[in-house]
């Protein structure tokens, strides 16, 4: 800011020290009705102590929004990844010959549609290989008999 020294203007403000040589600001306007100008004066510290509070509590309420977004991108994540870990244990069971397998999957989204349909083919795996069961039994009676 410049030191403003002409005073025929009707408004302005300015830098400079005040009596006890502190930085100040100093900010005026002519009132041409009372033939006067007002001169308003601040330490330069004051002056610029509302505008530092705001920017620290605009920083303070950023960082507690990066902080909660990350805490819940975190939640989010570790419950999808939870279910996918689940699906492809039970997928690995079934595999490995468990063949009463059953996922429990409590989302509603595509991933907890994936474990209804894994739970489905189980189930008609299963009775697919009970139904051969079967026949090779009915088949081997017959052989025999």
């Known amino acids: 800011m410049e030191k403003i020294t002409d005073f025929s203007v009707n408004e302005g403000s300015f830098e ?4 006890s040589n502190e930085a100040s600001m100093f ?13 308003l004066q601040a330490p330069k510290t004051s002056a610029f102590r509302a505008s530092t509070i705001f920017i620290l ?11 909660s977004s990350t805490l819940a991108s975190l939640l989010l994540s570790k419950s999808m990844t939870k279910n996918l870990s689940l699906l492809e244990t039970s997928m690995r069971n079934f595999g ?3 063949l009463d397998t059953q996922i429990r999957i409590q989302s509603h989204d ?7 349909y894994f739970n489905k083919m ?8 009970q139904e051969q069961q079967e026949k090779l039994k009915l088949q ?6």
């Open 57 to 67: 509590k605009g920083l303070v309420t950023l960082l507690g929004l990066v902080i």
């Open 16 to 19: 400079d020290k005040n009596i």
């Open 140 to 145: 081997l009676e017959m052989d025999l008999a």
């Open 96 to 98: 490995e010959g468990q």
């Open 110 to 116: 595509e991933i907890g549609k994936l474990g209804e």
């Open 27 to 39: 900010s005026f306007i002519r009132i041409p009705e009372e033939k006067m100008i007002l001169i």
């Open 122 to 129: 189980v189930g008609q795996i299963k009775t697919l290989m």
